[in-house]
C-alpha cells in the first residue's frame, strides 16, 4: 500500500501565494506521473498540473503562468507553487500520483485533500 501525505494549504489574500506539499510513502518501486487536482464547492474535480518522471509539465489554462509543479524522486514528493492567488482558486486540492510497487504493479493514489482558500 502507498500514503500520500499533503501539506500547506490554508487560507491566503488574493495576490498572495502557497505552496503544497505531497509525500509518497509506502511499497514504492518507481512514481511516474504526480499530478495536482482541486474541486471547488458544487463543482466537478478539475486536474491543475501533472508532471511526469523526467520532469515534462503541463498546466490547465486557468493556472499557466501562476503555479508551478515541481517534484523530488527522492523524496517521492511532489510540490505545487500557487503565486498570484484568486478567489477563483479556492478549492480542496489533491494529488494524485503513479506507482509501481516491488512486483511491478501499477496503481494510482490519491491523497487525502488540503484545503485552500483564497479571499478578495
Known amino acids: 500500500q502507498v500514503q500520500l501525505v499533503e501539506s500547506g494549504g490554508g487560507l491566503v489574500q488574493a495576490g498572495g501565494s502557497l505552496r503544497l506539499s505531497c509525500v509518497a510513502s509506502?511499497?514504492?518501486?518507481?512514481?511516474?506521473?504526480m499530478a495536482w487536482y482541486r474541486q471547488a464547492p458544487g463543482k466537478q474535480r478539475e486536474l491543475v498540473a501533472t508532471?511526469?518522471?523526467?520532469?515534462?509539465?503541463d498546466y490547465a489554462d486557468s493556472v499557466k503562468g501562476r503555479f508551478t509543479i515541481s517534484r523530488d524522486n527522492a523524496k517521492n514528493a511532489v510540490y505545487l507553487q500557487m503565486n498570484s492567488l484568486k478567489p477563483e482558486d479556492t478549492a480542496v486540492y489533491y494529488c494524485n500520483v503513479d506507482v509501481t510497487n516491488y512486483s511491478f504493479l501499477k496503481s494510482n493514489y490519491w491523497g487525502q485533500g488540503t484545503q485552500v482558500t483564497v479571499s478578495s
Open positions: 509506502g511499497s514504492i518501486w518507481r512514481i511516474d506521473r
Open positions: 508532471i511526469t518522471s523526467g520532469g515534462s509539465t
